[in-house]
């Protein structure tokens, strides 16, 4: 019996794309113990999943080395020092980009170290890492990733895409938010996310709410949805819609296990590229993902599609407002979605 640690401090489209991963350890060796260390928001929905024994959660005073006070300190001494008691024959780093999962991956002094060489700091590296894995450039898919760096460990799986589990209490949490639709409408909605947590990443909100309007002609309800960071970008296509509209409701949440049941019960999803879409897929529903400055190769769908236009300066990565005019978010048509909605069989033709 082995006992293996994941340390995935990134977002949760990243956090959802390591799952082949884990999936990898567990086919190879099923009697493993595998823990998974992360950011806080996400340890609810990592923790319903069986693979998974117990889920870490990075204390949220840590993300300032600089805070300084005592009690920062020794929180954060006291966290290491409890990674250091589980005794881990593998703590795997997958992103390896920062100090944060360099000291916890030192502090675990665990048999095993695995880090991803993309950004290396090859005197420290050599020290904290037993084992550095470069990346092959044939890799394209995020997922593809990380199975590639179980793999140099023996890690093998046949599952090549995430998956995600939806309980029972997820689904009736969510019914729980949607008492509101007509009882007929409960489900077989389709579910849009107009935000992504960052402005230039986002379709134009007058093209979502002509886009709304459009589907609603075909009488399928529409269920607009974001997080707190997407309270603006929701409300301002739904400021576009009439209020008493029947096939139209709008939900900002931050319950990630109650997302999973809300798209179960969706007809598929449409939405920036964003973290949520990648849980979508994850439990099994299509997607149209819109693409602008962000990486269509390593985040593209597994499950649906992607519209983007191509433009000569995207992907430009370019998520902290330099961009002048966005024009390759807003130069996705209307009709392109919808086309790719019902290629998607999201909607009927």
Same mark, same amino acid.
């Given at each position: =019996?082995?006992?293996?640690?994941?340390?995935?401090?990134?977002?949760?489209?990243?956090?959802?794309?390591?799952?082949?991963?884990?999936?990898?350890?567990?086919?190879?060796?099923?009697?493993?113990?595998?823990?998974?260390?992360?950011?806080?928001?996400?340890?609810?929905?990592?923790?319903?999943?069986?693979?998974?024994?117990?889920?870490?959660?990075?204390?949220?005073? &840590?993300?300032?080395?600089?805070? *300084?006070?005592?009690?920062?300190?020794?929180?954060?001494?006291?966290?290491?020092?409890?990674? #250091?008691?589980?005794?881990?024959?593998?703590?795997?780093?997958?992103?390896?980009?920062?100090?944060?999962?360099?000291?916890?991956?030192?502090?675990?002094?665990? *048999?095993?170290?695995?880090?991803?060489?993309?950004?290396?700091?090859?005197?420290?590296?050599?020290?904290?890492?037993?084992?550095?894995?470069?990346?092959?450039?044939?890799?394209?898919?995020?997922?593809?990733? =990380?199975?590639?760096? &179980?793999?140099?460990?023996?890690?093998? &799986?046949?599952?090549?895409?995430?998956?995600?589990?939806?309980?029972?209490?997820?689904?009736?949490?969510? #019914?729980?938010?949607?008492?509101?639709?007509?009882?007929?409408?409960?489900?077989?909605?389709?579910?849009?996310?107009?935000?992504?947590?960052?402005?230039?990443?986002?379709?134009?909100?007058?093209?979502?709410?002509?886009?709304?309007?459009r589907i609603m002609k075909r009488n399928v309800a529409v269920l607009l949805l974001g997080g707190p960071n997407d309270r603006r970008a929701v409300g301002q296509v739904a400021?576009?819609?009439?209020?008493?509209?029947?096939?139209?409701?709008?939900?900002?949440?931050?319950?990630?296990?109650?997302?999973?049941?809300?798209?179960? =019960?969706?007809?598929?999803?449409?939405?920036?590229?964003?973290?949520?879409?990648?849980?979508?897929?994850?439990?099994?529903?299509?997607?149209?993902?819109?693409?602008?400055?962000?990486?269509?190769?390593?985040?593209?769908?597994?499950?649906?599609?992607?519209?983007?236009?191509?433009?000569?300066?995207?992907?430009?990565?370019?998520?902290?407002?330099?961009?002048?005019?966005? #024009?390759?978010?807003?130069?996705?048509?209307?009709?392109?979605?919808?086309?790719?909605?019902?290629?998607?069989?999201i909607l009927p033709p």
């Open positions: =019996m082995q006992k293996v640690l994941f340390v995935g401090l990134r977002a949760l489209g990243d956090m959802v794309l390591t799952m082949p991963a884990i999936q990898a350890v567990h086919d190879t060796c099923p009697d493993s113990l595998i823990d998974y260390l992360m950011e806080k928001p996400f340890a609810a929905l990592f923790s319903e999943e069986p693979l998974i024994r117990k889920v870490l959660a990075l204390p949220r005073a &840590t993300h300032s080395f600089s805070a *300084g006070t005592d009690s920062v300190r020794k929180t954060y001494l006291q966290f290491l020092k409890e990674i #250091r008691a589980e005794q881990y024959d593998i703590v795997f780093d997958l992103f390896s980009r920062g100090p944060r999962s360099r000291v916890i991956v030192a502090a675990s002094n665990a *048999g095993r170290r695995v880090g991803i060489m993309d950004h290396p700091l090859p005197f420290l590296d050599s020290w904290i890492y037993t084992d550095r894995v470069r990346l092959s450039n044939a890799l394209t898919h995020m997922f593809d990733q =990380m199975q590639f760096v &179980t793999s140099r460990l023996g890690f093998r &799986t046949t599952r090549t895409e995430p998956s995600l589990t939806v309980l029972p209490e997820n689904i009736l949490k969510a #019914r729980s938010l949607l008492v509101s639709f007509p009882p007929d409408r409960c489900e077989g909605f389709v579910s849009i996310l107009p935000g992504s947590g960052m402005d230039n990443k986002n379709w134009p909100s007058g093209q979502f709410a002509e886009l709304i309007r400021r576009e819609i009439p209020d008493e509209e029947p096939l139209f409701r709008w939900i900002v949440q931050s319950d990630l296990p109650t997302l999973k049941g809300i798209f179960s =019960m969706s007809r598929g999803v449409l939405g920036n590229d964003s973290g949520p879409l990648h849980l979508a897929q994850a439990i099994g529903k299509k997607v149209v993902a819109l693409f602008g400055p962000g990486d269509h190769v390593s985040y593209r769908p597994f499950r649906g599609t992607l519209v983007r236009k191509g433009l000569a300066c995207s992907p430009c990565q370019s998520f902290a407002g330099q961009c002048p005019d966005n #024009r390759c978010m807003k130069s996705i048509g209307v009709e392109d979605v919808l086309a790719a909605l019902e290629e998607q069989k």
